[in-house]
């Protein structure tokens, strides 16, 4: 995503066209995963949070979305999807970029959640978000039961009656496992307003959505 050194044009115009991108990328092996039957693990409950799970493109952007929701704690983002043990920055290899949900349950749901990844991205585009594309980038939602997958199909159903001819990328995957990307990832949109890929990309994204579900804004992400 994001090698971005906030110094010449050229830096800002090639992180424009994929500031994400990782090395060793294997669509293939990504495909297969998607395919392959697996069960769900479920998360364990802290407090009475839950946990849920989304790939959109740059997981810069998506933290930076679940974060300014109502109800929504932290999100933390990390890569999710693949089976590569201990993936990096530099080699996720079939991992998504993705992101770690933790939310309270009695103040937003996993329906409304899910809600907030349709209507934060566009839903058809095939491997990627805007100039972030390949593998690393694709949509992913993930489910940890059947309630959820149910909840998952329905909204996608809708969706694609909606689009006529059109589909929804997004793959639908049981939740396997999380890794946590490096710490300078973290909070990266809050931390680093000034970088280009934030401001050109990042925060054009978390508008559009703020400006399409306000009602499940936080007071302080509102405007």
């Not at 849920?52 to 979305?65: D, L, M, N, R």
């Not at 693949?82 to 749901?109: L, M, R, W």
């Not at 969706?159 to 589909?167: A, I, Q």
């Amino acid at each position: 995503m994001k090698k971005i050194t906030v110094i010449i044009a050229s830096i800002f115009f090639i992180s424009l066209q994929g500031a994400c991108k990782p090395s060793n990328e294997n669509q293939k092996q990504a495909e297969a995963i998607a395919q392959k039957e697996q069960m769900p693990v479920q998360t364990e409950t802290v407090d009475g949070l839950k946990k849920a799970y989304f790939a959109s493109g740059c997981f810069w952007c998506v933290e930076a979305i679940y974060e300014s929701v109502n109800g929504v704690k932290e999100a933390v983002s990390g890569y999710s999807g693949g089976q590569t043990k201990n993936p990096t920055y530099e080699n996720h290899a079939d991992h998504a970029e993705a992101v770690e949900v933790i939310y309270n349950p009695e103040i937003v749901s996993f329906n409304q959640l899910v809600d907030v990844y349709f209507a934060s991205q566009n839903v058809t585009q095939i491997n990627g978000q805007g100039p972030d594309r390949g593998a690393s980038y694709r949509s992913i939602i993930f489910y940890q039961n059947n309630t959820e997958k149910k909840i998952i199909d329905q909204k996608i159903a809708a969706l694609n009656k909606d689009l006529g001819g059109d589909k929804v990328a997004a793959q639908v995957l049981p939740f396997q496992k999380f890794w946590k990307a490096e710490a300078y990832h973290q909070n990266y949109e809050r931390n680093n307003p000034g970088n280009p890929y934030i401001q050109n990309v990042s925060i054009p994204r978390l508008n559009k959505f703020k400006k399409k579900m306000p009602e499940l804004l936080k007071k302080d992400a509102a405007h």
